[in-house]
């Protein structure tokens, strides 16, 4: 009933007409939202499988897929959301080949509370991007994320180094919001305690 | 509130998904307890830290022969 809305229309993403036309055989038009997300796409990949050439491969058929498949979206999620989708269940399905005596899931290494208990209690002084370079701290924030299991790394990476919202986080890995923010709550915890390692504050006396 | 509590809440806070009288809460526990106080400011950093951060670089070089890629794959189909 578009009769009782409110005065302020809701603006409609950018990414809808360009989607449109794409359904349309417009090639520029879904050139131009493989420009827009190539590099989240890659990104995303990458944090998942830890593997270059892997999240290359996955890029690709995350695209193409979406390709194929363009008439099935519905436009009930973002366009970037749903593409995120295809890159996460293909990004499993390759850490799943590559393990191939153990299943890889959303859900594995997550049901344990180790490690989400706070242990240390030291102040991080000076700040970390005192204490290190920048090519340094990349360093330490990727061998940090990498330690964790996957069911968080992944939570971890779409919320807060992407920034989707938590329902978008929910709806791209096919969970619930509250177990979305359960990962994520233990996901930053065990990232504060495992970097903790290398910023807390250095006692007098006390080797680094 | 106890510091289990206030453990629970912590993505709520930092995600601006709590009520004002949960905050002042929190403000109040960690006014007086030194190892809450250590614990919200290095989430906080540890959340900020990550934020936006480049942490794997896609160069020029990679984007093109990427974007190549997935094009000629696309429109090879059709």
Redesign the interface.
């Given at each position: 009933m578009p009769a009782i809305q409110s005065p302020v229309t809701e603006e409609v993403h950018p990414d809808v007409a360009l989607v449109a036309r794409a359904k349309d055989g417009d090639t520029a038009a879904f050139e131009q939202l493989v420009r827009q997300y190539e590099r989240q796409i890659f990104r995303v990949a990458q944090h998942i499988t830890q593997n270059r050439e892997d999240a290359e491969d996955i890029t690709q058929d995350a695209f193409l897929k979406a390709y194929e498949k363009l008439d099935q979206f519905q436009g009930n999620s973002k366009f970037s959301t749903w593409l995120v989708r295809i890159a996460v269940n293909e990004s499993l399905m390759r850490l799943r080949k590559r393990k191939t005596s153990k299943t890889v899931s959303m859900d594995e290494d997550v049901q344990t509370e180790e490690g989400s208990i706070p242990r240390d209690f030291a102040e991080w002084r000076p700040n970390p991007e005192q204490q290190y370079n920048q090519a340094e701290l990349a360093d330490i924030l990727r061998k940090t994320i990498q330690g964790l299991p996957p069911g968080f790394r992944t939570v971890f990476t779409l919320r807060d180094v992407e920034n989707l919202s938590t329902e978008e986080t929910a709806e791209a890995l096919g969970l619930s919001v509250p177990a979305v923010k359960s990962r994520l709550l233990r996901a930053r915890l065990q990232l504060r305690e495992r970097l903790s390692r290398y910023f807390r504050q250095k006692q007098e006396g006390q080797p680094a | 509130m106890n510091c289990t509590d206030l453990?629970?809440h912590?993505?709520?806070y930092?995600?601006d998904q709590l009520s004002e009288e949960l905050r002042e809460e929190i403000s109040v526990h960690t006014a007086g307890c030194?190892?809450c106080r250590?614990?919200l400011?290095?989430?906080h950093?540890?959340?900020e830290?990550?934020?936006?951060?480049?942490?794997?670089e896609?160069s020029p070089g990679?984007?093109d022969?990427?974007?190549d890629?997935?094009?000629a794959?696309?429109?090879a189909?059709k």
């Amino acid at each position: 009933m578009p009769a009782i809305q409110s005065p302020v229309t809701e603006e409609v993403h950018p990414d809808v007409a360009l989607v449109a036309r794409a359904k349309d055989g417009d090639t520029a038009a879904f050139e131009q939202l493989v420009r827009q997300y190539e590099r989240q796409i890659f990104r995303v990949a990458q944090h998942i499988t830890q593997n270059r050439e892997d999240a290359e491969d996955i890029t690709q058929d995350a695209f193409l897929k979406a390709y194929e498949k363009l008439d099935q979206f519905q436009g009930n999620s973002k366009f970037s959301t749903w593409l995120v989708r295809i890159a996460v269940n293909e990004s499993l399905m390759r850490l799943r080949k590559r393990k191939t005596s153990k299943t890889v899931s959303m859900d594995e290494d997550v049901q344990t509370e180790e490690g989400s208990i706070p242990r240390d209690f030291a102040e991080w002084r000076p700040n970390p991007e005192q204490q290190y370079n920048q090519a340094e701290l990349a360093d330490i924030l990727r061998k940090t994320i990498q330690g964790l299991p996957p069911g968080f790394r992944t939570v971890f990476t779409l919320r807060d180094v992407e920034n989707l919202s938590t329902e978008e986080t929910a709806e791209a890995l096919g969970l619930s919001v509250p177990a979305v923010k359960s990962r994520l709550l233990r996901a930053r915890l065990q990232l504060r305690e495992r970097l903790s390692r290398y910023f807390r504050q250095k006692q007098e006396g006390q080797p680094a | 509130m106890n510091c289990t509590d206030l453990l629970s809440h912590l993505s709520d806070y930092f995600d601006d998904q709590l009520s004002e009288e949960l905050r002042e809460e929190i403000s109040v526990h960690t006014a007086g307890c030194q190892h809450c106080r250590v614990v919200l400011n290095t989430t906080h950093q540890t959340i900020e830290v990550y934020k936006g951060a480049e942490l794997y670089e896609v160069s020029p070089g990679l984007r093109d022969r990427l974007h190549d890629a997935i094009m000629a794959r696309c429109f090879a189909k059709k």
